[in-house]
């Protein structure tokens, strides 16, 4: 790999119409994966998880395309069933309905704070529109999708209930 000043770089991409590949993903998988790694021994979420999350980060640690997308479908049913566990040890809860309902518990019972809710109701929109009906998310959408995931997941080893 060269490196360039960032001039040089963007002159030399609009002379030559330069297609040029980058090595490093723009998102930082690795710093996600070993943050998450710290999580899961922390807190009452992640542990109830910790299988399914540790199997999910070793396929992630030579991330391809078709990875990345499976690593989304894959990690929103953990993600719900590590929600869902929390929320159903409470001494007389009640059931819990759909994610929406988690998030709503989640928040209520003031686990997590009001910046985690967002992000967790911001990935519910690609779940609902794509993953659900079986449509293939586009890459930059898969990769925002999947690093809020695992933001969201991190977030979550500081529940401690």
């Known amino acids: 790999g060269a490196s360039l000043p960032k001039q040089l770089y963007y002159l030399f991409a609009d002379r030559l119409q330069a297609r040029v590949r980058f090595v490093h993903e723009w998102f930082a998988l690795e710093s996600l994966s070993s943050r998450l790694e710290g999580a899961m021994l922390r ?8 299988s399914e999350l540790k199997h999910e980060l070793q396929l992630l640690k030579a991330p391809s395309e078709g990875q990345i997308y499976s690593s989304c479908r894959s990690l929103f049913p953990v993600l719900e069933r590590a929600m869902r566990e929390q929320v159903e040890s409470r001494p007389g809860a009640a059931r819990a309905g759909t994610l929406d309902d988690l998030i709503r518990r989640f928040e209520s019972a003031h686990w997590i704070n009001p910046e985690t809710i967002e992000l967790l109701r911001f990935v519910m929109k690609p779940k609902r529109d794509y993953i659900e ?16 995931l695992l933001e969201v997941l991190i977030r979550l080893g500081d529940v401690d209930a």
């Open 133 to 148: 009906h079986g449509r293939k998310l586009p890459t930059p959408i898969a990769k925002l999708v999947l690093s809020t």
């Open 43 to 50: 807190g009452t979420v992640l542990p109830r998880v910790e």
